[in-house]
């Protein structure tokens, strides 16, 4: 079945009655091009891939011929009556349904993935959720190789970007400590069905093995870097010490020691330096 094809897509969809439903970012991609890249990108015969949303199942298939084992997991139960019609000639396919966001994902690696030499995490993200999707992952800090997922332009623009730069943002921080991220492509608003507003772009997550600075305290240093990005148009020192109440002196004396005067903004400082003041005021 070509579930690249329109005509093809609605027919089954028609004739489950299935209606999309926008609070579950169900934009599904009809663009034939795309979903053998995503899997192509990391999947081999000894992989094992967890994917979030697969909706009717165009993704999943790319990469249930590429992998060895797939486990996708589907908040919406409508789709029962569609992904055995659309995955039935797949034997390495296994859907749970429940919401990505609760489901324990460690213990489907452990329980389900076993026989795979590496476990990688594949979704065209719900736009709803991209980012707590991401941090989800990323946090857990799952036995996984790559995230390899497809997300709003401008967030995928955002969750890339160089931290130091004007584009990043507390969620930036948090990606480059546990992953190296990239941008593979870009994907047009017309390569889905119901076409939304906005340009997508496919990420790919690389995760680290270890992180790429020392920080004292993890807990410590992610609420100060939520801290830093609070209130992007003032400074450091103002934002810092209006929502974590620390003194101006002590950020002040901090921001000195990394080379950076008193009226920096969050959005200069790099990795090092932000592990630096941290450290110092934790
Ligand atoms: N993978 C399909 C594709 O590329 O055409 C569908 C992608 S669509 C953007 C997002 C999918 O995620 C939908 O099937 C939707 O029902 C599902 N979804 C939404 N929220 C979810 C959640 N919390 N947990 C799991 N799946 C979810």
Same mark, same amino acid.
């Given at each position: ?28 991609? *009809? ?8 899997? #192509?990108?990391?999947?081999? #015969?000894?992989?094992? /891939? ?11 298939? =790319? ?13 919406? %139960?409508?789709?029962? #009556?569609?992904?055995? *019609? ?7 396919? %296994? ?15 452990? =329980? ?20 707590? /999707? ?22 995928? %623009? ?8 004007? #584009?990043?943002?507390?969620?930036? /921080? ?32 690389? *995760? ?5 600075? %020392? ?24 934002? /810092? ?42």
């Amino acid at each position: 079945m070509n579930l690249a094809d329109i005509k093809t897509v609605e027919s089954l969809l028609r004739s489950k009655g299935f209606s999309f439903k926008k609070s579950l970012g169900q934009n599904f991609l *009809i663009d034939g091009s795309v979903c053998p890249l995503m899997a #192509e990108s990391f999947c081999d #015969e000894n992989s094992g /891939v967890i994917e979030i949303g697969p909706g009717m199942g165009v993704l999943t298939a =790319e990469l249930a011929k590429r992998a060895k084992k797939v486990v996708s997991i589907e908040l919406d %139960e409508r789709l029962k #009556e569609i992904l055995p *019609i659309t995955l039935g000639e797949f034997s390495n396919v %296994e859907i749970i349904y429940g919401d990505a966001m609760k489901i324990d994902i460690g213990q489907i690696i452990r =329980e389900k993935f076993s026989d795979c030499e590496s476990v990688s995490i594949c979704a065209n993200l719900p736009y709803y959720i991209t980012s707590p /999707v991401i941090m989800m992952l990323l946090e857990q800090k799952l036995p996984v190789k790559f995230i390899t997922v497809m997300v709003q332009k401008e967030a995928a %623009e955002r969750l890339c970007a160089r931290v130091g730069s004007r #584009e990043a943002g507390a969620v930036t /921080v948090a990606v480059d400590y546990y992953s190296k991220a990239n941008i593979l492509f870009n994907v047009g608003r017309n390569s889905f069905h119901p076409a939304p507003n906005v340009d997508s772009a496919v990420i790919q997550l690389e *995760i680290r093995d270890n992180p790429p600075i %020392e920080v004292k305290d993890e807990r410590f240093f992610f609420k100060f870097v939520k801290a830093c990005f609070a209130q992007r148009r003032k400074t450091l020192v103002n934002t /810092v010490s209006n929502t974590m109440g620390i003194s101006k002196d002590t950020l002040r004396t901090a921001l000195t020691k990394v080379g950076l005067s008193e009226t920096a903004r969050s959005e200069q400082l790099t990795m090092e330096q932000l592990a630096t003041i941290s450290n110092t005021i934790c």
